[in-house]
């Protein structure tokens, strides 16, 4: 009957485990609850852009590697001399690829696919090529967006 019995002298300590319970499970909860939110509901917002240089600079390097958003991106210049830029991201395994400038072209460390230049497949398993992304010029200044390119 002293369950019952607020009165008892173990009360106060069932009341202090019962709020550390709680607590961890609050505690473990709430990220849980927290990704489920971000997942059910993704942020809101634009396309990422990122500042790649001045269309100068980019012309001493054969390609210049930058992060937009969460991506990582290459830009590069055609044989016209026209900047394009291409996402490093895998179309098979989503591996970030990497430039080998002695073969031109890029290499998928995951499952050993490979891409020309122009991010075309030249050896599967990917069957998709790299996905371009928008190239502008804004007095001089390169700026890629993670939005994909019109070409």
Request: glycine share 10%.
């Amino acid at each position: 009957m002293t369950a019952e019995n607020p009165d008892t002298p173990d009360a106060p300590r069932r009341n202090a485990i019962t709020i550390l319970l709680w607590s961890a499970l609050a505690t473990i909860a709430a990220p849980v609850v927290y990704v489920a939110g971000r997942f059910i509901r993704p942020p809101a917002g634009g396309p990422a852009t990122a500042v790649a240089g001045t269309e100068a600079e980019l012309g001493a390097t054969p390609a210049h590697i930058l992060k937009v958003g969460s991506a990582d991106a290459i830009v590069m210049r055609d044989p016209k001399g026209a900047l394009y830029a291409l996402n490093l991201r895998c179309t098979h395994a989503g591996c970030n690829v990497h430039w080998n400038p002695a073969n031109g072209g890029f290499a998928c460390p995951c499952h050993g696919g490979r891409f020309d230049r122009n991010g075309q497949v030249v050896k599967g398993p990917p069957r998709m090529p790299l996905r371009r992304m928008t190239v502008t010029l804004d007095n001089g200044v390169v700026i890629v967006s993670d939005k994909p390119s019109a070409e």
